[in-house]
């Protein structure tokens, strides 16, 4: 089992202060207070890439920070196991999937392999998605609460998968999902706690107007047209094409440029072929820029939010869609579609405009060009919306809340 490395911890939790307030932080210090002589063993999959792997950098450096202590593991697989889980995470996302007997032998004889080798212990053992949901299995042994947090929409599974490691998952104490609308029915306590973001990340910290300049010039974009933007992978799912077909239609009266920016992902074969599809939808129009992104380009994409007029997220599907959380933490209009979380974030006409075809798209792209005042008031909206609901210290205080409700936890604790 992987040790977290050691580049973490390069945060400090009385940054914070500044963004949601002294007294917040100091409820923080009194709840992981009555954590203290406790450990919380968190453990996923991978270090790097993704949403978990991006909030675990900094949840667990914050948690030290507050006096509790918090480990991060990861579990050992070969490409093969990590072909199962990836199959297991499409469908509890509702796609089909054949999984073969074999497959599902395969996933219980490496989790056998890992609680094997592995040193499990704490107090509460948090687990993290399905890849290491069935190390239940040898929780009498190690002892502790058990709680797994899981980061996907299941609430329409492929049955099948979803029975299959539902009967690990009931022998935990308590789940914890990102929406009552991303669960199931259990007969085990479920939290609830929603995606956050860290404001003091590269991808969020205010970036001095000299570097956004110098990354817009890199990217060959100007400052001169309004700029459009909706940043994701290239997948049909966030409909880069009816982005453009939007876009074809407000630009039609307004003069503004739209910036298509994202990577693909070399686990994703379609990813390729969706930009090059993309490519050949915009070639030729000149106010159509499409960025191929590489990876942990966190200072380019944030410079991009930071620079654009209105941010869309026309999404056919969407998990929580953190680039909305990010577009409205940069204090930006937004108009995206109303799915997955995007509803719990953009309060629409409060927060953002929400859309539901490519029509209603370029109807608020429209409202939001013609009306610059309208925007700023959404946007204003939208961050103190992310401050009071999204940021990491809410994240923190949900999870430290959690630990203190857990059962075994109470039995130890004076409360
Ligand atoms: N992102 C990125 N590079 C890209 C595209 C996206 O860093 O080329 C980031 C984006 O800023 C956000 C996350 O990846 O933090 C995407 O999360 P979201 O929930 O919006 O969508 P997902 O890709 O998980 O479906």
């Known amino acids: 089992m992987k040790q977290a490395p050691e580049s973490l911890g390069k945060v400090n939790i009385r940054d914070y202060e500044p963004i949601v307030g002294r007294g917040y932080i100091e409820e923080l210090r009194m709840l992981a207070s009555k954590l203290s002589g406790k450990t919380i063993q968190n453990i996923n999959s991978t270090f790097i890439g993704g949403g978990v792997a991006e909030i675990l950098s900094r949840l667990v450096p914050l948690l030290n920070q507050l006096g509790v202590n918090t480990r991060w593991h990861i579990i050992p697989g070969d490409a093969q196991f990590f072909e199962v889980t990836k199959k297991f995470h499409n469908s509890l996302h509702g796609k089909v999937e054949s999984i073969s007997d074999d497959e599902l032998s395969l996933f219980l004889e490496t989790t056998k392999r890992n609680l094997a080798q592995l040193d499990l212990a704490g107090d509460i053992l948090f687990i993290h998605d399905p890849q290491p949901v069935a190390l239940i299995t040898k929780r009498d042994d190690i002892g502790g609460d058990w709680i797994w947090r899981c980061h996907i929409d299941i609430s329409h599974p492929d049955s099948r998968i979803w029975q299959f490691l539902r009967q690990f998952v009931v022998n935990y104490d308590a789940t914890v999902f990102s929406s009552p609308n991303f669960a199931q029915e259990l007969p085990i306590r479920q939290f609830f706690a929603p995606p956050s973001i860290d404001p003091l990340s590269d991808k969020n910290r205010e970036l001095p107007p000299a570097t956004i300049d110098a990354i817009l010039t890199k990217y060959g974009l100007s400052r001169e047209k309004p700029m459009i933007l909706q940043v994701s992978r290239f997948d049909r799912l966030k409909d880069p094409i009816g982005v453009i077909e939007a876009f074809d239609m407000v630009s039609k009266n307004f003069a503004c440029q739209l910036v298509l920016a994202g990577g693909t992902a070399s686990d994703d074969p379609e990813s390729e072929e969706v930009l090059e599809e993309v490519k050949e939808r915009a070639k030729d129009n ?49 108009v995206a579609s109303a799915v997955g979380g995007i509803p719990l974030q953009v309060r629409n006409k409060f927060t953002g405009l929400l859309c539901h075809s490519v029509e209603g798209a370029a109807y608020a792209l429209r409202q939001l060009l013609a009306n610059p005042d309208y925007g700023r008031w959404l946007g204003n909206n939208g961050k103190e919306h992310v401050r009071q609901h999204f940021l990491i210290t809410r994240e923190i205080r949900d999870y430290l809340l959690m630990f203190l409700t857990l059962k075994r936890t109470e039995d130890i604790i004076n409360l």
């Open 286 to 334: 000149p106010d159509v820029h499409i960025l191929p992104i590489p990876p942990e380009s966190d200072i380019d994409i944030n410079a991009l939010q930071s620079a654009a007029t209105i941010i869309i997220q026309k999404s056919l599907r969407e998990g929580f869609a953190l680039t909305i959380t990010e577009a409205l933490w940069k204090a930006k209009p937004v």
